[in-house]
């Protein structure tokens, strides 16, 4: 009887340990369509000052050694949506897909080169990528670069509470900070990383049908600094053009934004790490991302 009791013991031990979720740590890349390859090229290439590889169809921009974008021709037809997809890193690929399939997550796209991808439930692509693996031939980060780090993406989301089964219950992500565009009202819910500081933001209350301008809006990714008026210098050196490249603003967490739009409408958004004006709505419950922070 006590060693069955002890087998048991031992048998649901290793079931529990085999459920632990493993590390994730931030946001790798984010993937967006593009319809005009040349002009997101000199988007990316040149005003942002991103160096590239091309691999299999899709061009990757570097931002540091953890982190890059990437650019893919828009297939036929045209999703509403330019968002192709949004990746973060994890410490064991592997062992996180085996996590997500023992919560009854199905595998869109099966661990291959160190990537593996789930749909969350509104159908976004969401790529898990293990810890060190790079695209092909991606060169280091640029000297001409705009950023040193991605620290959000943002999509679209309809049904919060479902997401949050999905992100906060299986996934661990935490909160970070929620607000809207008027006070007694959620329209931006941030959600941190498990074991880092990059966040997941749900864009909520579009309406039913958004124009691509709209998706544009939400469906974006931001690009970090310490201080805004970098970011506009290194703008001004790359030739960028319109009044957007020098107009700042502050968001309404606090923290100085400028918005930038690609050739496909997709918003690039500048963010100083750290607040400087009045945070509406909530207090942050997390530690702010840097130009330093090792994960």
Partial sequence: MRRATL????TASCFAYSQQRPAITGIAFMRVYASDPAASANFYG????FGHAENKGITSYSVNDLQWLEV???PSPAPASRLAAVAFTTRDAAALQSYLKAHSVSIAQPLTNGIFGVHDPEGNLILFVQEGTHPKGLPVASPDATSRRIIHAGFLVKDRAAEDRFFRDILGFRPYWYGGQKDGRTDYVSLQTPEGTDWLEYMLNVGPDPSLRQYGVVDHFSLGT???SDAVDALARNHCEGPNCTKTQ???DGKVQLNLYDPDLT???YM???PSGTICCSPFTGKHPTD????
């Fill in 267 to 269: 918003r690039v958004e």
């Fill in 250 to 252: 502050m968001g309404r």
């Fill in 272 to 274: 100083e790490y750290e």
């Fill in 226 to 228: 310490t201080k805004m």
């Fill in 292 to 295: 330093t922070e090792s994960r």
């Fill in 7 to 10: 087998a048991l013991l031992l």
């Fill in 46 to 49: 040149k005003t942002l000052g």
């Fill in 72 to 74: 893919e021709p828009i």
